[in-house]
């Protein structure tokens, strides 16, 4: 285990490298300066501005300011906000917390649903608990995120007022209290991205179990007299999920954008709203180092779902 976790961090250098290089240049080359609003502002110098790029290197070719990024980067400095006027790390360290609590909370609450849902929908194919289970996955994932969020807002918030839909991180509340507001606040956020992920991750489990229920082995395990549950359980169930590990984390990726809308909707203070802000105010520092965050919370989480494949099929071995 430990040489082949040793292994995937080697082969992660390179890849991280790469995508960070290929960030940095599309970033470099979009359109757009940093310090355009500069440019139109009476009290400030010209040669104030022509300071600025030449202390921040925006002049210099496109390698030269990556491969300084990339020093800096790695000596703990990831750049300064044009926009917010502090450092990058701490945009970001204030921010991610929130985007983790909630996108984590969301996959956890979709993977309660879509486990036993596909389960009991594949072991039971065609019934009306299967029928009724694949409309609601249906409408589900057709339904996207900021009109579900919508919805949510106005049946809960502003109907039946249940609900804050303005998420603030400075709650005037201590102890129990304080706890209990940010979950009542993170409510809707969760419910959103938690049910739009549960609804493909329902048809999903649900056709790795269909395809692992006509295998041999389960077969012979029935022959030999197990119970329906032992065999669904300990032969079906943990091998269907084999594939589905792979899938949530393919998703990443997609879990976060739409976490990026769904921060937009609620108001929420996370790493979401930091980059849609960076962007709209071309503060590029702040756009690759969030971008690179999310390649790397990908590399991770991609390296997880490896390491658990050998704990849901015993046969596969790192060496």
């Given at each position: ?198 609804a493909s991750y329902t048809r999903y489990v649900r056709a790795s179990v269909l395809d692992v229920a006509r295998l ?104």
């Amino acid at each position: 285990m430990g040489a082949y976790l040793l292994r995937r961090l080697l082969i992660a250098i390179p890849s991280l490298l790469g995508i960070s290089l290929i960030l940095f240049t599309v970033l470099a080359l979009a359109p757009g300066d940093p310090f355009g609003e500069l440019a139109t502002n009476p009290n400030v110098p010209p040669e104030v501005r022509e300071a600025l790029r030449l202390k921040f290197g925006l002049d210099d070719p496109i390698l030269v300011r990556y491969l300084h990024w990339l020093t800096a980067m790695l000596q703990g400095d990831w750049g300064f906000s044009f926009a917010s006027r502090v450092d990058v790390d701490e945009l970001i360290l204030q921010r991610l917390p929130t985007t983790l609590f909630v996108v984590g909370s969301s996959q956890v609450l979709a993977l309660l649903i879509a486990v036993p849902v596909g389960i009991l929908a594949a072991i039971r194919p065609y019934s009306v608990f299967d029928q009724v289970a694949n409309t609601l996955a249906f409408v589900g994932f057709s339904l996207p995120t900021f009109f579900t969020g919508l919805l949510f807002i106005l049946l809960f918030s502003l109907t039946l007022d249940w609900l804050p839909f303005v998420y603030q991180a400075d709650v005037a509340a201590t102890g129990w209290h304080w706890y209990w507001e940010h979950v009542r606040q993170a409510i809707m956020p969760v419910c959103v991205l938690g049910f739009f992920q549960a609804a493909s991750y329902t048809r999903y489990v649900r056709a790795s179990v269909l395809d692992v229920a006509r295998l041999d082995y389960v077969t012979t395990a029935r022959a030999k007299g197990l119970s329906d549950g032992t065999v669904t359980v300990r032969h079906i169930a943990r091998n269907a999920l084999i594939p589905v590990v792979t899938l949530v984390a393919l998703q990443i990726p997609a879990v976060f954008g739409g976490a990026i809308v769904t921060e937009q909707i609620f108001r929420i203070p996370g790493i979401g709203s930091l980059l849609i802000n960076a962007m709209l105010a071309n503060d590029t520092p702040v756009v690759m180092a969030v971008t690179f965050v999310f390649a790397c919370l990908v590399v991770l989480f991609n390296l997880v779902a490896d390491l658990l494949y050998g704990w849901l099929d015993p046969r596969i071995s790192y060496r």
